[in-house]
Structures are given as structure tokens and as C-alpha cells.
């Protein structure tokens, strides 16, 4: 689920990242985990969330070792930033931000395709725990 309007993400992205973190912890306590959306058979992604991964990442490229246009932005002013679960939502995984990532398309291609795949969603993990965890303390 995509914020539409400017205003909806104005005020998204105004609220703190605890407080759509909390947000988004709520909705995925009441999401239920096997409801689809459409005919992609996609669950249901929370926009609190994905907002509050795109603020953590101050509008840059989430991996530590991205080699491309990492704060390029759209004709908009947003970042070209693809915000993707490191453990997948049809299996199992939850949709709150220290399970989210924001990626440049490059990056999220290799996360996603890539031959080292498996090596760099352990780097992500790392990087996102670290920078979620730091929202905090």
C-alpha cells in the first residue's frame, strides 16, 4: 500500500521514525499474514513503514557498499529508492523498518538477482539493525 497524495507524505513524513515505527508494529500485529491484495498475489505492505525506512535512510541508498547513483531523486524531488523486506513477507517476515530496507534499483537488483545475494542480505541486515537500533539509543 502506496501513500498517494503530496499531503498524505508530507505528513508521513513529518511524524518520527518511533512513531511510524510504532505505527507499523501495530498494523502488522493486526495484518493478517495470509491477506493478498490483488492478482500479483502481493501481502499487504504498510505505508508507515515504508515511510519511516525512507526517513532512517535520510533519502540514500541503505547498503554499505553501493557503487551507484545512491541520492539520485525523480523529476518529484523523492529518491529513486526501492524500499524491500530483507526476510520476505510471504514468508513470514514482518513489515516494520528493522526488517525493511531502502535500496537504489541497482542495489535491490543484486539483493534480489544477484550471485551474492545471500552475503549482502547479511550485510543489510547488519546495516539496518544498526541504524534502526541507533533511532533509539
Known amino acids: 500500500l502506496h501513500v498517494r497524495s503530496r499531503r498524505q507524505r508530507q505528513m508521513c513524513i513529518r511524524d518520527s521514525y518511533k512513531d511510524l515505527d510504532e505505527k507499523a508494529r501495530v498494523a502488522d500485529i493486526n495484518r493478517p499474514k495470509n ?40 523529476v ?22 528493522v526488517n525493511m530496507v531502502a535500496l537504489c534499483p541497482n542495489c535491490h537488483a543484486l539483493k534480489t538477482r544477484g550471485k551474492f545475494r545471500d552475503w549482502l542480505k547479511e550485510e543489510l541486515t547488519r546495516e539496518v539493525e544498526k541504524r534502526h537500533w541507533s533511532r533509539f539509543y
Open 35 to 74: 491477506l493478498k491484495v490483488d492478482a500479483t498475489n502481493r501481502p499487504r505492505r504498510g505505508a508507515s513503514a515504508r515511510w519511516a525506512v525512507i526517513g532512517r535512510s535520510g533519502g540514500t541508498c541503505e547498503s554499505p557498499h553501493c557503487l551507484g547513483h545512491s541520492s539520485e531523486m525523480t
Open 76 to 97: 518529484n524531488d523523492e529518491p529513486i529508492l526501492e524500499v524491500d523486506h530483507l526476510q520476505d513477507l510471504a514468508l513470514g517476515g514482518s513489515d516494520v523498518p
